[in-house]
């Protein structure tokens, strides 16, 4: 008898582990790991419609609505308006019958009542409107507006951040759509494949780094050593390597550059000079040190840059690759991210667009700290590269971006791609010497120019007063 | 409005299960206060300002027999375990609620049979007095359990020889239903308290090697038997039980632990076997890519559980109408949709109190008769809460196992009360041994 009592109480004790199993792993499902899936649009609660509360209100930083519902007497139904049209279609998103954005990632947060009991109670007595959770996102709308309206009929897009708190202060992509009527247009979106309106370029384009991969080159050569800084090639406007060629931009012949040079000018021959004196494994490691290959966390959907170069390519993959064509791509958040990480001493901070709730009370919670991802290279590097990129601005390609008052730094980019016509680039952030604003910005189909440099020069003006 | 009146009803029900444990008053009020206000809500259409008469009617039925209930236990049942008792109702009325508000037509027939089931549980004590010495009765315990289980594949194979469908298919391909004169039940449920008892007397004593190499054999046929026909829940629970009335009576480890290994050995042979099996088990490891068809149910029953928070979306605002079968495999995620996860943590604890409270049970008893009884009446029960509860919550793999007294399902809701009428007696005994 004694000894069935030890084996009962092994027996409970079995059966009590699988209970704190199943109350531990129902707790760890419904409360931290929901948020992970439940705006997915499969689940049919997401397109449920609570007509008797007032949805939140998205502002953006400084407090100016961006979306808003508005009752109408009439038809005593809430309308939601988007004030923006057209500027925040692809990060603040839409809420109809289908939702995207941020209407849709925090649908739940929009609809929840903070204190629901007092809330319901002052409704049923003094017919007090209910009023959801609103939203505080990091975007300034002005800017969002004046680069939105910049970029004008051209494709493209620009990601602005703080590159020492991961704020996003402006996201854009053009074209775009109206949200305020995305239902009645919504056959004409899907069917314009050569546009895509819909697609957040910001986040999801794809595009060829073009020499703003220069960066990375750099990173690649200066890891391995610092004597590259020392280096000097002799550039004639074509570099020959093992039978293939490599041309400047418009064959124009630099003379003696040393790193900083070739960067100021943006010479290929230099870049690939030195990649094929490296070879691949350094730019890998640089590559993926700079998130390419790997997934960025993030509020809105996006896409992962992607570097397929092998360990063994051949000569005409590797010195493509360096100067950022061969089959490379990146998003421009990735650019952007990487531009703020020179500028924050080689940190990346993780990139937010929420800043925090605000109850329908007035009381602000959930404010969201900033977060360091990684650190993608080492502070001296950065600062080697600060150099580089204010001399770029200064004396190279990149001076249509320079400010009087203002010290800008950057680097430029022309993509080829297979539509024929060139991109064009640019990455930086400004005031170079104590960084608030940093941005990547890509215009598709210029044909080469100065357009993006142009529009970093307005935005580094607007953006720090 | 609605959600108020059903946060003030949850606020007195925590209050009052502080308690509990002392003044099972407090637990009768909790379920009492519990229905009223739930059948409150489910009644009052706050659109229309009416309220609806046969939700109504079905609520004061249910209240009836909540606040009956109980009384009429401790009377029948000499030293009744009000804890037990007391769960029971309370899970019973949380099940009508949320059947009826799935389903109204499925919570009359799922009440009807609580009602026959509660009737035939105040029985026991009469039944257990005239055969005093359950003991020798083992060889029918398990003449009619084995019957039970082989009842289903005997009319399986004779139903396909005569041509006429004797056996129904649910819809995960297992075989579980036997209709005879019309009247359709699962044998295997009713097979369930046999087992136990079989599994009691058997063990009641340290068997001898040839005596456990029979009683292996037997229950390994009757699982054998639950696995051919595809009742894969059920062969998981009957294996549990046995491990668990094995281990308790002989304290062999390594046997334990073979009888583990042996269940993991069989399971890579059922996965190769079963098709509908390794499709259950690729919807539990990687349910979003497959959330159209084969996990659909899981995924949704998932949304279900997070998308409301800790106080979920208020009683009759859920959408989990929306999963297939919902009343009897997703009872859990319908209910902690409507009241939250924090009540659906609760709840789980409520299964965990009978866990308790029977193994405290079987450590008092004087008989290993008693003691494997009552161990083996509180695994079943138990266990089964577990299976189907982890189901909901992506913990294991779905089975379409019923939740004991809550999921809709005539035969469980029916034996799972015979099962606790068992406890409650063994608690009188249990008590006059004593004295």
Redesign the interface.
């Known amino acids: 008898m004694k000894e069935l009592h030890k084996n009962l109480r092994i027996m409970f004790w079995l059966m009590a582990l699988l209970f704190i199993a199943l109350g531990g792993y129902f707790v760890y499902v419904a409360a931290f790991e929901a948020s992970d899936f439940i705006a997915n649009p499969r689940n049919p609660r997401v397109a449920m419609v609570n007509d008797d509360m007032r949805r939140g209100t998205i502002y953006d930083t400084n407090g100016t609505p961006i979306a808003e519902s508005i009752f109408d007497e009439d038809s005593g139904l809430y309308t939601r308006q988007y004030h923006f049209g057209a500027a925040f279609a692809h990060t603040v998103g839409y809420s109809g019958m289908s939702k995207a954005g941020l209407e849709l990632s925090r649908n739940f947060t929009l609809y929840h009542l903070n204190r629901e009991l007092v809330q319901r109670a002052t409704y049923v007595i003094m017919g007090q409107e209910l009023r959801a959770n609103s939203i505080i996102t990091t975007f300034d709308a002005d800017l969002q507006q004046m680069i939105f309206n910049s970029l004008g009929d051209s494709r493209g897009a620009v990601v602005v951040l703080n590159p020492t708190t991961g704020a996003v202060l402006a996201m854009v992509s053009t074209p775009s759509f109206d949200p305020n009527n995305v239902t009645e247009q919504w056959g004409n979106l899907i069917a314009d494949t050569s546009n895509s309106p819909l697609l957040n370029r910001a986040a999801q384009g794809l595009y060829p780094p073009g020499s703003t991969f220069k960066v990375v080159t750099a990173v690649a050569a200066l890891e391995t050593s610092s004597h590259w800084l020392d280096f000097v090639f002799e550039c004639t406007g074509h570099a020959h390597f093992d039978g293939e060629t490599i041309q400047c931009w418009g064959g124009q012949a630099h003379g003696l550059v040393d790193m900083h040079r070739a960067m100021a000018v943006s010479c290929n021959g230099f870049f690939a000079k030195i990649t094929e004196e490296i070879g691949a494994r350094p730019i890998i490691d640089a590559a993926e040190q700079m998130l390419f290959n790997s997934g960025i966390e993030f509020e809105l959907v996006v896409s992962m840059p992607q570097f397929p170069m092998g360990e063994h390519p051949a000569i005409d993959e590797l010195i493509q690759t360096a100067i950022g064509q061969g089959r490379t791509t990146a998003t421009p958040l990735n650019m952007a991210l990487i531009a703020a990480a020179i500028a924050n001493g080689g940190i990346v901070m993780t990139p937010y667009i929420v800043d925090g709730t605000l109850s329908g009370f007035g009381n602000v919670s959930g404010a969201t700290s900033p977060q360091s991802m990684m650190q993608i290279m080492d502070a001296q590097m950065a600062a080697r590269l600060n150099e580089m990129l204010i001399e770029v601005v200064n004396t190279g390609t990149g001076t249509p971006a320079a400010l009087s008052h203002i010290q800008v730094a950057g680097k430029t980019g022309t993509a080829q791609n297979e539509t024929g016509i060139d991109h064009s680039w640019f990455i930086g952030y400004a005031p170079a010497e104590n960084p608030t604003v940093a941005l990547a910005i890509i215009i598709e189909n210029t044909g080469g120019g100065t357009r993006a440099t142009q529009l970093a020069g307005q935005i580094f003006n607007f953006a720090i007063d | 409005?609605a959600?108020?009146i059903f946060?003030a009803g949850r606020f007195i029900f925590k209050e009052s299960k502080e308690d509990a444990v002392t003044q099972p008053r407090g637990l009768w009020a909790a379920t009492i206060l519990f229905a009223i206000f739930a059948f409150a809500i489910l009644a009052f259409d706050d659109i229309a300002m009416s309220v609806d008469l046969q939700t109504l009617l079905f609520g004061g039925f249910v209240l009836l027999f909540i606040i009956a209930g109980p009384v009429v236990a401790m009377r029948v049942f000499k030293r009744a375990c009000p804890i037990m008792t007391h769960t029971m109702f309370f899970l019973l009325a949380i099940g009508f609620v949320a059947i009826y508000r799935l389903n109204p037509s499925l919570a009359s027939a799922q009440f009807i049979f609580a009602v026959i089931g509660f009737a035939v549980s105040l029985l026991i004590p009469a039944i257990f007095r005239i055969f005093s010495q359950i003991e020798k009765l083992e060889k029918l315990f398990l003449v009619l359990c084995a019957g039970l289980i082989g009842i289903v594949f005997i009319a399986d194979i004779l139903g396909s020889i005569i041509g006429i469908p004797l056996v129904s298919i649910d819809e995960f391909g297992a075989a579980r239903w036997v209709s005879i004169f019309g009247i359709s039940f699962q044998p295997s449920e009713i097979a369930k308290p046999l087992f136990v008892l079989y599994l009691a007397c058997a063990f009641r004593f340290k068997p001898s090697i040839g005596k456990l190499v029979f009683i292996g054999l037997a229950s390994a046929g009757m699982v054998g038997i639950l696995v051919l026909q595809r009742d894969l829940g059920s062969a998981l629970m009957f294996f549990m039980v046995f491990m668990?009335i094995f281990?308790?009576?002989t304290?062999s480890r390594p046997l334990f632990l073979g009888g583990f290994a042996a269940f993991a050995a069989a399971s890579v042979v059922a996965y190769q076997l079963f098709p509908h099996l390794r499709i259950r088990v690729a919807a539990w490891l990687n349910p979003?890519p497959l959330?159209?068809n084969e996990s659909f149910q899981l995924?949704?029953s998932?949304?279900a559980?997070?998308?409301?928070?800790?106080?979920g979306a208020g009683l009759g605002r859920g959408?989990a109408n929306?999963i297939p079968v919902v009343e009897r495999d997703i009872i859990f995620s319908a209910i902690?949709e409507e009241f939250g996860?924090v009540f659906?943590?609760l709840f789980?604890?409520l299964?965990?109190m009978i866990?308790l409270r029977g193994?405290d049970m079987?450590?008092r008893a004087?008989r290993?008769l008693y003691?494997l009884m009552t161990?083996g009446f509180t695994?079943f029960i138990?266990?089964q809460a577990?299976v189907s509860?982890?189901g909901n919550?992506?913990?294991i793999p779905m089975t379409g196992i019923t939740l004991p007294l809550v999921s809709y399902g005539g035969s469980s809701v029916f034996i799972t009360i015979i099962m606790l009428g068992i406890l409650n007696w063994l608690n009188g005994q249990l008590r006059e041994e004593e004295e």
Request: aromatic share 24%.
């Open positions: 409005m959600y108020f946060m668990v281990y308790t009576s304290g979003w959330m159209a995924t949704q998932l949304f559980i997070a998308t409301w928070g800790p106080f959408m929306w902690a996860w659906g943590l789980i604890c299964y965990a866990l193994t079987a450590r004087k290993p003691a161990l695994v138990t266990f577990f509860i982890g919550i992506r913990l």
